[in-house]
């Protein structure tokens, strides 16, 4: 087998290096995600491809392009061929950033200042994210008229992306029309011709179905560096797969079998966690509810947890959660704050997942992104290897955790709005099944 990866992704935010990782998986890539630019000496990848997760979509843009190269230069150093930036699909940054300065800096290194060329396509059909002479559309609404006009932090007020980008890099920016992706993969390169000729450093890329992105992936098979959305990614994989360089001797999706206990711990109060938290409850599994007020009364509330779960864990499955209705939420967040209240609970509940696992839980599920990131963070965790779909864009994932005692620990991060209502208890068959 081969022991580097072909493929270097960088990616924005550590939700959508998951759904970046999950596409590449489901097109048959074996992926490990990092989380943020790993110790140079961090051992070699052992995957098709890796993708480093960052949290630089809305930092200051000169901090941006710091991580991104740093985790450029790791991903270099590991072999990578082909470098991917990702980014959200509905094209999240500021005037200032962070899309655009970022892409200067990666194609500055690659190329040399000034030099080269690349795409920006955040395209994604499946998810009804499609570019169509230059605009982007969510669903039926351009960009400009969707909710992301009301982003707190990215609002997004034109969607126009040749605009957009022209206003955040020094490279001019041009357009391939979906006259020309249509044609083929062929055209398209022609067409790149023809606009770096004249030029043009960066090409935003129309795209309204998904033949279109197997198009566009044949034809930026020799780019060095690839940015886009999550749903570029599912037409690379082939561009290696005819070289006969994956690894297919097992499936992409393919985990160390799971073995050890099994625990919920959920932080989200969306919708969709609230009911998926009742239909758990109401097949008679064992749940506890954290109260935030106990917590900020001094309370042990973790080891009262603790207390309450490791007895239970060998008979199956256990929910820890501070998942509440909205206005139960709302009466906490009066009295505590609103963000006192999240870092009250956030902390807590990792708190209580590292217990867990110390417990010998090894199969975890955690329900929220804010949640996730401090149970990654409590659980310090550097590598994930993705493994099967649970729902649209929620894998098992297998890491090496120190609490784990040096064995595997299989853990599926769900962010608020995911999955189906029985998400808590198809999880883990899924798991099964797949062993
Ligand atoms: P989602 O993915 O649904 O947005 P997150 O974990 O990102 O979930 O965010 C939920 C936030 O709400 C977290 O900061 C969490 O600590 C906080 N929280 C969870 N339960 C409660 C509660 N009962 N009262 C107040 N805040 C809560």
């Not at 970046?20 to 998986?25: D, I, R, S």
């Not at 990702?86 to 290194?109: H, R, W």
């Not at 000034?114 to 559309?137: D, M, Q, S, W």
Request: charge should be negative; include cysteine; proline fraction near 5%.
């Amino acid at each position: 087998m081969r022991g580097r990866p072909l493929l270097g992704c960088i990616a924005d935010d550590f939700t959508g290096a998951t759904d970046l990782a999950n596409n590449l998986v489901r097109s048959g890539m074996r992926t490990v995600q990092v989380i943020g630019v790993p110790d140079q000496a961090e051992a070699a990848v052992d995957a098709d491809a890796i993708v480093v997760a960052l949290k630089s979509r809305t930092i200051a843009p000169a901090e941006a392009i710091a991580q991104s190269l740093a985790a450029l230069r790791w991903v270099q150093e590991r072999g990578a061929e082909q470098i991917y930036f990702k980014y959200c699909s509905t094209f999240d940054s500021t005037p200032a950033g962070n899309i655009g300065p970022v892409t200067e800096a990666l194609l500055d290194v690659l190329h040399g200042p000034g030099g080269g060329f690349t795409i920006a396509c955040p395209a994604f059909p499946e998810n009804l994210r499609t570019v169509y002479k230059g605009h982007l559309f969510a669903g039926d609404q351009l960009l400009s008229d969707s909710g992301m006009r009301q982003h707190p932090l990215t609002p997004m007020t034109d969607a126009n992306l040749v605009r957009v980008m022209q206003a955040q890099t020094r490279r001019k920016v041009g357009l391939v029309a979906h006259e020309v992706v249509r044609q083929g993969a062929a055209a398209i390169t022609e067409r790149f011709e023809a606009l770096q000729a004249a030029g043009i450093g960066v090409a935003i890329v129309d795209a309204i179905a998904n033949e279109d992105l197997l198009s566009i992936g044949r034809a930026v098979s020799g780019m060095k560096l690839v940015t886009a959305g999550s749903g570029v990614a599912i037409a690379l994989p082939p561009n290696w797969r005819v070289r006969g360089l994956l690894s297919e001797g097992r499936p992409a999706d393919s985990l160390p079998a799971a073995k050890g206990l099994r625990a919920i711990v959920s932080g989200s109060c969306s919708q969709a966690t609230n009911a998926q938290v009742l239909y758990f409850k109401q097949q008679g599994e064992p749940t506890f509810a954290v109260d935030p007020l106990a917590i900020a009364a001094g309370d042990d509330v973790v080891a009262r947890a603790l207390e309450w779960a490791i007895p239970l864990l060998q008979a199956g499955p256990v929910l820890v959660h501070a998942t509440a209705e909205a206005s139960t939420v709302k009466a906490v967040q009066a009295e505590l704050g609103m963000a006192r209240a999240g870092e009250l609970v956030e902390q807590c509940l990792s708190h209580i997942a590292t217990g867990l696992v110390q417990a010998g839980v090894r199969q975890l599920l955690v329900a929220g992104g804010e949640t996730s990131g401090a149970v990654v963070q409590a659980l310090d965790l550097r590598q994930m290897m993705i493994g099967p779909q649970i729902d649209p864009g929620v894998p098992w994932t297998c890491a090496h955790a120190v609490a784990a005692g040096g064995e595997t620990l299989h853990l599926a991060l769900k962010s608020g709005n995911f999955g189906s209502i029985d998400f808590f208890v198809k999880a883990f068959a899924k798991l099964e099944a797949t062993a």
